[in-house]
Every structure is written in structure tokens, then in C-alpha cells.
């Protein structure tokens, strides 16, 4: 099976080992009144992860059979795994994804055909990004994984009836986010932030984790969740590079994390608090929960 997750099986087992290492260190440096629950989860992150690797090791040889599958994160478990099979870059799979999440939020789901819209998206996206595909190769790969096994269509009217579609629903998209198409996204305020943490924690710190390959990849994981447009894009990007802080029991020096004031974003991103970062933390954890129960079927 093709994980659509980012986060690699051998990257996710160095982050377990450094994790267990540090966990009861990193326990200490929590502020005292941080609500048990939010602890929990940040400590049950990486074991989520590490599950939805064994489940799709274990699985190696079975397919997601996505029309029968009705499951919350289905489609867009699809759209990132359309995106790898053609090549994509990061980016221009989450600006997919993000265009996917933008257009369901503004009609009735169950009006369109959510394969198809995935689709399109990509499409789309490949356009914008320049990172360009061909439409024949977009209808290939999305009637593969809709039916497994299949072989590539031939220049007949099935073909040109699912191109068709595609190009319509474009347009229908379009129209429906009124033509804004340009968008920020995380990544470059990720890579940013990156960089100045880099020279604040020094090289002997930096270079002992993977917080850029990890950061990355939570970000990267989170477009799998509509809940992502409900943030500022600066407060995504703060809240995966502090998961991952808290993952490896990374302390930023000269901050002081239980003081609102004092925290290690804060000079970065001035209107960030810990609400929201806990919030954005928690729903990040979903979008692996989620992968699980798609798993399961």
C-alpha cells in the first residue's frame, strides 16, 4: 500500500527512539498546570504514527479500495496518494489539498463526486504551482486507484468522459472560490521560522534531531484535515515545529514555557498563544486517528 503520510517508517522509528530517551526530561520542562489530556496526546502522537506504519507494512499487499470506503479523511487520503503515483512536489500536492478543503467547505458534499473534485484539484494545482502534468496522465492514475488493477484507458469515449468531467469541474471550482486561487501556505513561514531556530539552538542541538524533516512532515501530514484552514498560516507552521520540539524534549534556551511572554515563539509570531497551539496540536493527532480507522476497513 502507499502511505500518503509523510512521515517515513524509518524516520518515525528515530523519532520514537529519541523521543522514549527523552520523555521523562521533556515531562519536567512542561509548565505545571498543562492540562493531562493535551500531555497525553503529545505523548501519543508518535505511537499513532508508528501504528499507521505497522497497519500498512502488515498490509503491504492490500489496496485501499476507496469506493468503498466511507470514512472521514478517504478523499484526501486519495489525493495525496494521486500526487505521489504522478510525481508532485510537496507543495503542490497541500496547494491541492487546500483547494479541495476550500471548494467542499462552500457547497453540499454530497452534490459532487469527491474523487473527481480531488481530481481537478490536483490538476489545478499542478497549473499554479508550474509544476505541470498531463491530463491524460491525472485520468490514468485516478482510474487506477478507483479500480485497481485496471489498465490504462484507451483514447474512447470512457476516456474522454472522464476528461471532460475534470475540465467541467475545474471550472466549477473556479467559480465557486470566485477565482482566488493564490493563497498563503505554511511552508514558507515554516522554513523561516526553521532557520532562525537553527542559529538559536546551535549546531550541537540542531544536528541532533531531524526537526526540519519532522516539522515538514507534520505540516505536509495536516493538509489531510480541513480543520487546517481554520488557522493562520503562521500558526500552523509554529504549532508543527513545536510538536516537534516536544517530541524529541527539545528545549529552546532562554525561553521559559510557563510564562505566556516567554515562550520560544513568541517573538516570531506575537499573536500566538498556547490555546491555540495546543488546538492545532490536537488536531494534527486526528488526521492519524483517522488513517487508522481507514486502515481497519
Same mark, same amino acid.
Given at each position: ?77 486519495? &489525493? ?5 503515483? $504522478? %510525481?508532485?512536489?510537496?507543495?503542490? #500536492? @497541500?496547494?491541492? +489539498?487546500? /483547494? ?93 521560522? &526553521? ?5 538559536? $539552538? %546551535?549546531?550541537?542541538?540542531?544536528? #541532533? @534531531?531531524?526537526? +526540519?524533516? /519532522? ?83
Amino acid at each position: 500500500m502507499t502511505t500518503t503520510l509523510s512521515l517515513t517508517e524509518e524516520v518515525r522509528s528515530r523519532v520514537m527512539t529519541s523521543f522514549r530517551a527523552q520523555q521523562s526530561t521533556s515531562l519536567k520542562r512542561q509548565e505545571t498546570n498543562l492540562r493531562d489530556r493535551d500531555m497525553e496526546n503529545l505523548i501519543d502522537v508518535l505511537s499513532l504514527q508508528t501504528r499507521v506504519q505497522e497497519n500498512k507494512s502488515k498490509e503491504n499487499k492490500k489496496s485501499t479500495n476507496y469506493r468503498k470506503i466511507d470514512k472521514v479523511g478517504v478523499v484526501p487520503r486519495f &489525493l495525496f496518494e494521486c500526487a505521489i503515483k $504522478l %510525481g508532485l512536489n510537496s507543495l503542490t #500536492s @497541500a496547494s491541492a +489539498a487546500i /483547494i479541495y478543503h476550500r471548494f467542499i467547505k462552500e457547497v453540499s458534499p454530497s452534490d459532487y463526486d469527491g474523487f473527481l473534485i480531488a481530481a481537478s484539484s490536483l490538476y489545478m494545482a499542478s497549473k499554479i504551482k508550474d509544476d505541470q502534468i498531463k491530463i491524460r496522465d491525472v485520468i490514468n492514475v485516478t482510474h487506477n486507484l478507483l479500480n485497481r488493477n485496471a489498465s490504462p484507458l484507451d483514447l474512447s469515449e470512457e476516456y474522454f468522459s472522464i476528461r471532460d468531467a475534470i475540465v467541467k469541474a475545474e471550472l466549477v471550482i473556479a467559480r465557486t472560490l470566485k477565482f482566488d486561487l493564490c493563497f498563503e501556505q505554511p511552508h514558507k513561514f515554516l522554513l523561516c521560522y &526553521l532557520k532562525t531556530l537553527q542559529e538559536w $539552538l %546551535g549546531p550541537t542541538i540542531w544536528n #541532533s @534531531a531531524p526537526i +526540519a524533516k /519532522i516539522a515538514m512532515s507534520f505540516l505536509q501530514d495536516f493538509h489531510h484535515s480541513p480543520k487546517i484552514l481554520d488557522y493562520k498560516v503562521t500558526h500552523v507552521a509554529i504549532s508543527c515545529l513545536s510538536l516537534t520540539l516536544q517530541t524529541y524534549g527539545i528545549q529552546v534556551p532562554l525561553t521559559n514555557e510557563s510564562s505566556e511572554s516567554s515562550m520560544w515563539y513568541t517573538p516570531l509570531v506575537t499573536d500566538m498563544d498556547r490555546k491555540t497551539q495546543w488546538q492545532i496540536i490536537a488536531d494534527i493527532i486526528e488526521v492519524y486517528n483517522h488513517e487508522l480507522e481507514i486502515d481497519k476497513c
